[in-house]
Nanobody, 123 residues
Framework: VQLQASGGGLVQAGGSLRLSCTDS????????MAWFRQAPGNEREFVAG????????IYADSVKGRFTISRDSAKNTVYLQMNVLEPEDTAVYSC?????????????????WGQGTQVTVSS
């Protein structure tokens, strides 16, 4: 699996970004996928996850109502639409492929990871 994340950048608080993660080897089509983030000095934390068919989504409480995860199976791509961004959202965002068809909040349930894209939110 080769996961390529993109869409990060610098944005002011209250702004929006959309992240994309493409599985170029097309091996995640039957697996859940998720976005995690890691800020300097912090542990990696779960952001949002989606089941293999896209019917079930889960979110961290800190982003619920602001972020939306979706996937386009035909393009082998998962998206993270981030609205009303806050400085606390600043981190490197990475996508991951789950070991099963569903997503979870536990980092141990993921087998493949992308390199990540930097998101910086200024106040």
């Amino acid at each position: 699996v080769q996961l390529q994340a993109s869409g990060g950048g610098l944005v002011q608080a209250g702004g929006s970004l959309r992240l994309s993660c493409t599985d170029s080897r097309r091996t995640s089509s039957n697996n859940g996928m998720a976005w995690f983030r890691q800020a300097p000095g912090n542990e990696r934390e779960f952001v949002a996850g989606i089941s293999w068919r896209g019917g079930t989504t889960i979110y961290a409480d800190s982003v619920k109502g602001r972020f939306t995860i979706s996937r386009d199976s035909a393009k082998n791509t998962v998206y993270l639409q981030m609205n009303v961004l806050e400085p606390e959202d600043t981190a490197v965002y990475s996508c991951a492929v789950a070991r099963s068809a569903v997503a979870s909040r536990d980092v141990r349930d993921y087998r493949y990871w992308g390199q990540g894209t930097q998101v910086t939110v200024s106040s």
